[in-house]
């Protein structure tokens, strides 16, 4: 699979150099089927992890602007150890806060913080887009990935070096919005390569809850880890991209063609129908080598509905996503 062949000297750089080693190691070829699993599983757990990165802010809210949330509720039953640690470590830590998040307007601060990563994450994911089209997706990527870490932990630095510059956090979200709009295009991009019709709305109903594992896993790592300060609710999510995004370049196969296997010959495996064909076909030919633009995307039967519909049910999802445990550990008990 890692040797020159009729698909050009080019796609001999394009193909993973994890792939390549395995392939040497146990001398054997990765067929279509093993492939497509491949990548199903790395791009599930890749923008999994965009999500645990973004849902950490949320998290943080309220030990950065804690105001006056002294209802003391706890949904559960907890021994009496582990009460007597919340009041002596987490309490206090909740009650202070951190500068200058915790002044008469650290609320507004954060809103402000949120807004300009959502503003250049949106803006970020048009040019993402056309850059998809043109770049190499498995290294662009990886580039977002290891950028979103990289950002994302950098805001948690701030605990450790004592920084409180509202600029300081809002510049590292705004270029972390910036990294975190390269995921959604280049996944899809990927699955779409690799994917036909044919059952396309089970794979696909499967593959998206990588949305919901990302921000269930981020509120629990980042919740985990506000003991031991909040910066570490920032580090170590971080990392985790970081560390599955080098995983993205050294084994994720961007396309058929990347690996050296002849999509025209997998379309015509036995277990294939005629719904099987892929998303694109018919299309294929003439996008080929060239991208689609702003104006024409927008033609395309089927994107205006979906973005309106996608715009306000993102509206919600943003609006509990960012500002739910917020607003919970602001509210007391009546």
């Known amino acids: 699979m890692c040797q020159s062949s009729e698909f050009g000297v080019q796609a001999i750089y394009r193909k993973p150099f994890g792939l390549c080693f395995l392939v040497s190691i146990w001398n054997a070829t990765f067929n279509f089927r093993t492939c497509q699993t491949l990548v199903l599983v790395l791009t599930f757990f890749s923008y999994a992890s965009y999500h645990a990165t973004r849902k950490t802010t949320s998290i943080v809210k309220s030990v950065l602007d804690p105001k006056k949330a002294e209802s003391g509720f706890i949904p559960w039953p907890i021994p009496n150890s582990i009460h007597l640690f919340y009041s002596q470590h987490w309490k206090p830590l909740q009650t202070s806060g951190w500068a200058?998040?915790?002044?008469?307007?650290?609320?507004e601060m954060l809103g402000v913080i949120d807004v300009a990563f959502l503003s250049v994450y949106s803006l970020g994911m048009f040019f993402a887009g056309h850059l998809g089209d043109r770049l190499n997706l498995r290294l662009l990527l990886t580039i977002g990935m290891v950028g979103t870490g990289f950002f994302t932990a950098l805001f948690g630095v701030g605990y450790w070096l004592n920084?409180?510059?509202?600029y300081y956090y809002l510049l590292v979200q705004i270029?972390?919005?910036?990294?975190?709009s390269t995921g959604w295009p280049s996944v899809v991009a990927v699955v779409v390569k690799w994917f036909g019709k044919r059952k396309r709305g089970l794979i696909m109903g499967i593959w998206n809850a990588h949305t919901?594992?990302?921000?269930?896993?981020?509120?629990?790592?980042?919740?985990?880890?506000?003991?031991y300060g909040?910066?570490?609710?920032?580090?170590v999510p971080g990392l985790l991209i970081s560390a599955v995004g080098l995983t993205v370049f050294l084994f994720l196969p961007e396309s058929p063609e990347a690996v050296g296997i002849d999509k025209n010959d997998a379309l015509l495996m036995p277990s294939r129908t005629g719904n099987d064909e892929p998303l694109l076909e018919g299309k294929e030919e003439k996008i080929k080598d060239q991208a689609v633009g702003f104006i024409e995307a927008w033609g395309i039967p089927g994107v205006a509905p979906f973005a309106f519909c996608l715009f306000f049910s993102k509206l919600v999802a943003y609006t509990f996503?960012?500002?739910?445990p917020f607003?919970?550990?602001?509210?007391?008990?009546?």
């Open 175 to 180: 270029f972390a919005g910036l990294f975190q």
């Open 163 to 166: 920084v409180h510059s509202f």
């Open 230 to 235: 909040w910066g570490w609710s920032f580090a």
């Open 327 to 334: 607003y919970i550990s602001h509210t007391g008990t009546r």
């Open 212 to 227: 919901s594992v990302g921000n269930i896993s981020g509120s629990l790592i980042a919740s985990a880890l506000l003991t």
């Open 100 to 107: 200058p998040f915790n002044s008469p307007s650290g609320t």
């Open 321 to 324: 996503l960012y500002w739910l």
